[in-house]
């Protein structure tokens, strides 16, 4: 029976995995779960999976970091909401590179290329890794997305794909950021200072060190008494402080 660790620091994401390879693969057991790069080692070398499904945004040992580390004992797919690492992945000798969320027919296409692996001899999987660089380098020329198109966040127990147009503003506190819609707050863990690299600064302004606000969603500037400059969010009570080294983005307004 072929065996697996899942390894990603958002819980829903692990049991949404865990349940996608459920339905794919029901004979796939997997044998643990970690929250960070340092666990999904530690518990390749304990538990000596066939499979390491690995997440490469983590705190700590990245999923790439943990990869070079594990290395040969374990065959490695990795399971991110981010493109751009595809051609690193594969040259650390991934056999997969699954965008979240996992949708099931694309899950199946890596379980049957999972289990082909399995079952070659182990020089055959060297070759088979360098025709995969040889394919995705014909393909990298193609122009990519630079900035987040979409954010995973949690509302409640439910995890959403919400578009990146569609959210008003991200204000962090002291562990989560909150993402505010038109008609909807949910939360993820992402801190505003990795959002402002990853999203588009046309699209988004950073007014504060702990907010980013869509373009599109400012009505206006205010000031309270206090003589604080105040961001209006258009269908919203709420009014965004603007730290001083942000004011020169409203001088033109």
Known sequence: MPTAIIADDERLMRDQLRMRLSEAWPELEILGEAKNGEEAVELVEQLKPDLTFLDIRMPGKTGMEAARDIGDRSQVVFVTAYDQYAVEAFERGAVDYVLKPTE????KVTVDRLKGRLARPAEKVND???AMLSQL?????APKAKHLQWIQASIGQDLRMIPVEDILFFRSDEKYTCVQTASFEALIRKPVRDLADELDPSLFWQIHRATLVNVNAIEGVTRDIRGRHLVLVKGRPEKLEVSRSFLHLFKQM
């Open 104 to 107: 099931p027919d694309r899950l």
């Open 128 to 130: 088979s890794v360098q």
């Open 137 to 141: 380098a014909e393909k990298i020329g």
